[in-house]
């Protein structure tokens, strides 16, 4: 193992990645090299070798630069887990590895979704460590635990896989809520570091934006069970003491993940929320979803997600499961903060609609939805 001290022109020019903004680049005081078993959340300063499917890499301010071939760029060491894209674990060297996710993850791809191309090739130059030679971990920057967190309402959003419209639920029930006079909190609890959700939490009207790195990972697969249901119940605690009245907290991947099925099985975890919605691509998932759902003890408030951009589909899921199904138009009109019982919009800025105009809820079907127009869905 190498220790090399880190100098004024080190770090010049490197692309610093949206997983490490919470570690202040002045903190990098030596580079650790040669013989080292990385661990999850440390932070790396690598070389781009070969340009892959992320081209482009997201960086703290959510920027996403273009990437070359020798670019320098600082990221961190986690595990993936996406369907539509890879699965990747992170080794037990420095050895040339690969960025798997364009937040900033660096780690080795074990297998990928045949419609994407390879992952962009990166070597690890070294782990960025203290003064003393300590690698730095994202963990050491996360948010303090909150002493005495304060109850806030807060639902939950998970879905039946990876793109079923979770993000675009979550972002769609938080600008209902904001229109409704709520100061909501978007928080990502799961998933692999990158903006792109929590950015469009705040885009529709959060106040607050979190996600699973301000508790100190990169990356929510294969990290223990216990840190990541502390960790997001710690985001909902943060929330509260920041003054949000609620909080919708979106939930990665599908019920057969086994990091999202441990969570959502959490008594705990479950005690902290009002009620789930759940996002799916089609009826069968949507049934089969929320009858797992039920029997792990949740309320299922409604059903959402890309489903909705059918109305067949929507008839059918509907008729199975005798949930609401609600359309994008259906949760902007603020009819899942009535399923929720909390205010909507019109209580605070009524307007002369017809009550005939309105589309029919809480009946347990979607035949009034179903004549909507079909809403473009936009994948979590």
Known sequence: ?????????????????????????????????????????????????????????????????????????????????????????????????HLVAGGGVAANKVCKHEGMAEPTRITPIGLLADADGQPINLAQYALDAVAQPQKIHTIFVAGTAMNAGKTTTSATLIHALSLAGYKVAGIKGTGTGSGGDTWSMLDMGARLVMDFTDAGLPSTYLAPADAIERGVLNLIGHAGAKGCDVAVVEIADGLQHE??????????????????????????????????????????????????????????????????????????????????????????????????????????????????????????
């Open 259 to 380: 990091e999202t099925a441990t969570l959502l099985r959490s008594a705990k975890f479950r005690g902290a929320g009002m009620g789930i919605v759940f996002a799916a691509n089609d009826a069968l998932g949507a049934q089969a979803g929320a009858a797992t759902l039920k029997d792990w003890g949740y309320r299922v408030v409604a059903l959402s997600g890309l489903l909705t951009r059918s109305p067949l589909a929507i008839r059918e899921a509907s008729k199975s499961t005798g949930i609401d199904v609600l359309t994008l138009q259906d949760i902007r009109a603020g009819h899942l903060n009535a399923l929720l019982g909390l205010r909507t919009g019109a209580d605070l800025h009524p307007i002369d609609i017809p009550e005939s105009a309105l589309p029919k809820i809480g009946t347990g079907h979607a035949a009034a939805a179903a004549k909507a127009p079909i809403q473009k869905g936009v994948a979590a």
């Open 1 to 97: 193992m190498t220790i090399t001290r880190i100098n004024s022109d080190t770090l010049a020019g490197t692309k610093k990645a949206f997983t490490t903004r919470r570690v202040p680049i002045g903190h990098f005081k030596t580079i650790v090299s040669g013989d080292v078993c990385p661990k999850l959340g440390d932070v790396v300063l690598a070389r781009v070798d070969k340009l892959g499917s992320h081209k482009k890499i997201e960086l703290e301010n959510g920027r996403r630069a273009q990437l070359a071939r020798l670019d320098r760029i600082i990221v961190a060491y986690g595990n993936r887990y996406a369907p539509d894209q890879f699965e990747a674990i992170v080794g037990n060297s420095l050895a040339p590895c």
